[in-house]
């Protein structure tokens, strides 16, 4: 990922800010591409608080502690990986061949796809749900360039199947030393494509929408926003799912809640 020397300047007082305040820091280390991607699209989310002016964003986040701490958890979380959050995806799996059963196609989204992970993880459980030869289709948006040609090689660390379903596994997955390459068959069924999303989705309906771990960036007015176009591009019957830890947030925005599986929830156009 390449950066501007602003931008560069920006992350490190973020990361120096983190380190004092949550011990979040790599002083005299490098920071990772994912790391940076995060911080990024963190301080793109400030930015539209203080006039595009990314000097001031970085004096918010030393103004207001529970920025910088939402910052800190993001971070935390490392990087993504396949079937995070394991109740949420065995729900899909549980769920989806009779909620869209009959359908001419199934598309699905994500949104802030990072690395590509989720969206190979939607393809896997469509094929199980639907069978190889069902019509499905999906989609991956992330506004970072980088994440996106990563996530279109499907190629990745061992570290990141984990908990990739034995069975899925062998039939999606092909290892390659200590790396996994997503199957080829997939490639005709998933894209990726640079998209912010305060622009919204690629035009279309979607059954399935995942937005997870990208609201903790947003102000009250761009989490509506987001949600909203999101809400808006559900087919009939469709559900967008949030990151647990963001399901309350969605809620108090007065959108239309419906539990998937126990515990499980989603939300209706």
């Known amino acids: 990922m390449s950066l501007s ?11 120096e800010l983190l380190e004092k305040r949550h011990g979040i820091g790599h002083k005299g280390a490098g920071v990772s591409a994912w790391m940076e ?12 608080d203080t006039g595009g002016v990314l000097d001031a964003a970085v004096e918010l986040l030393r103004a207001e502690p ?3 701490e939402e910052i800190a958890e993001r ?19 549980a769920t989806l061949a009779a909620r869209f059963a009959g359908r ?32 499905y289709r999906v989609v991956g948006m992330d506004r970072s360039d980088a994440a996106i040609a990563a ?22 997955l092909t290892r390659h030393g200590d790396t996994v390459q997503v199957a080829e068959r997939f490639a005709e069924r998933v894209s990726f494509v640079a998209r912010d999303a305060m622009v919204g989705p690629p035009p279309g309906h979607y059954e399935i929408v995942l937005c997870k771990n990208l609201l903790i960036y947003f ?26 830890s963001e399901v309350p947030r969605v809620k108090a925005l007065g959108h239309t809640a419906e539990q998937l599986a126990p515990g499980i929830v989603v939300f209706r156009a």
């Open 151 to 172: 996530a279109r090689e499907g190629r990745y660390a061992q570290s990141q199947i984990g908990q990739v379903p034995r069975e899925l596994a062998e039939r999606c």
């Open 37 to 48: 991607v995060r911080l990024d699209r963190a301080l793109d989310a400030l930015c539209a």
């Open 219 to 244: 102000g009250n007015e761009a989490a509506e926003r987001a949600v909203s176009l999101m809400l808006k591009s559900l087919a009939e019957g469709g559900f967008l799912m949030v990151a647990k």
């Open 104 to 135: 001419e196609r199934v598309r699905a989204l994500s949104v802030g796809c990072s690395t590509g992970e989720e969206g190979w993880s939607l393809a896997m459980v469509l094929e199980e749900a639907l069978g190889r030869g069902a019509a």
């Open 75 to 93: 971070l935390r979380v490392g990087e993504t990986r396949f079937f995070r959050d394991v109740p949420q995806w065995d729900a899909l799996r």
């Open 5 to 15: 020397a602003e931008r560069r300047r920006a992350h490190a007082e973020v990361l």
């Open 66 to 68: 529970g920025r910088l």
